[in-house]
């Protein structure tokens, strides 16, 4: 689902997942989790916690984004910043976890917000990494006791 508004467009990625919300909370929030699905990272569930994620350099991005932890409702709600340190892209946006329990298991919602016109080959990229990144959160959470 693509929502917009006049100036910016969000990505908003929705997944049933047969698991307990706890267990897709401690993929979302416990560092060495995060990197096994997402990236590797320095990420602590705390407000204000300012925390890197890395990946390998490409042509067009240095694999470094800057990020803030912007909300923590634990089990429920998990939202930080998320920006591209170098100057040829400079994204800046906020990704949102919601974690919804149903009847077998949870609903995982994923909105990324911000895409401007100028960040087009960004939101292209995030609508397909974020299917893969979910289907990694989804395997994790599975390994989960």
């Excluded at 919300?21 to 699905?37: F, I, Y």
């Excluded at 990946?55 to 939202?79: D, Y």
Aim: hydrophobic share 35%.
């Amino acid at each position: 689902m693509i929502r917009t508004d006049a100036d910016t467009r969000s990505l908003v990625i929705e997944r049933e997942m047969p698991h307990p919300p706890h267990k897709v909370w401690r993929a979302l929030t416990e560092g060495a989790l995060l990197e096994d699905w997402l990236m590797k990272n320095d990420f602590q569930p705390v407000v204000g916690h300012r925390f890197n994620f890395r990946t390998e350099p490409m042509p067009h991005w240095n694999g470094i984004l800057e990020c803030e932890v912007l909300a923590v409702e634990p089990g429920e709600r998990l939202s930080y910043s998320w920006n591209t340190t170098d100057a040829a892209d400079g994204l800046k946006t906020v990704v949102t976890w919601t974690l919804t329990p149903t009847q077998g298991g949870v609903l995982v919602r994923m909105e990324q917000s911000g895409f401007g016109p100028q960040d087009e080959r960004n939101f292209q990229g995030a609508q397909y990494g974020w299917q893969r990144y979910l289907t990694g959160l989804e395997r994790v959470a599975a390994s989960l006791t």
